[in-house]
């Protein structure tokens, strides 16, 4: 899978990655494509397309410099295949990183994947979040910075993530346009939840470095629609400890968000 080379190490608004991490990804891809026949682990099967929009958007976190600290411990919430944590730990091997689903065929994969491509200093669990954030949870307030990405509208994440990290780490909501209309609605509940939202940043991918002379016409087009897409990431800071009544089951965090 060239492609995958050629456009993540030509786009820009990711990291360099050195020819080592360029195979990961090729591998990386390999085993999705194969395993995609077995699990519906994502509907995005091309090479073009997994490498933008799971790659590259996965690794735009790490561009922000709450995540460019050595160390951190990291959770990634709703991960389904892998994404953001996979190619996050394949860029940044220091990162202590806990993936949790509630889907055991999804944790099962990313557990395979991860030992397949040599991958340590990973959890992969299939639990339910509000579980294990829960007051008396295992994982309540341990981490540095949580991720989640593409999972559920942000007023419905804040609850399930923020309890997940401690004070004085961050919660990174990885979001399209809806991005400014979801943090009107959830700025309350972060509050409660305490929370403060630090800024929101736009994410803006490069594309000019990279050679597409070998890209069919629908290729040059998922391109070009990726360029042009609309991302931002919302960085809410933990200022103080969660109420211990949060959070609630996830019936009630669905049907009445804060």
Known sequence: MEKIKEILSGIGGIPSLDEAQLDLFDKLAEILAEENKKVNVTSITDPVGIALKHFADSLSVLELEEVKKEGIRMA???????FPGLPIKIVRDDIDMT????????????????????????????????????????????FDVVTARALA???????LCLPFVKVGGHFVSMKAASAEEELSEARRGIGQLGGKVKYVKEVKFDASNVDTSDFTPDEKNILEDFISAKRYMIV???????????????????KKPL
């Not at 509630?102 to 992969?124: F, Q």
């Open 76 to 82: 990634d919430i709703g991960c389904g295949g892998g």
């Open 99 to 142: 993936m949790i689903d509630s889907t055991e065929k999804k944790i099962r994969y990313v557990s395979a994947t991860a030992d397949k491509l040599g991958l340590k200093k990973i959890s992969p669990i299939a639990t339910r979040a509000e579980e294990v954030a829960s007051k008396n949870g295992p994982m309540r307030e341990k």
């Open 153 to 159: 509208r942000l007023n419905v994440l804040s609850e």
């Open 236 to 254: 809410i800071e933990k200022v103080s400890h969660t109420p211990d009544v949060y959070p609630r089951q996830y019936s009630k965090i669905s």
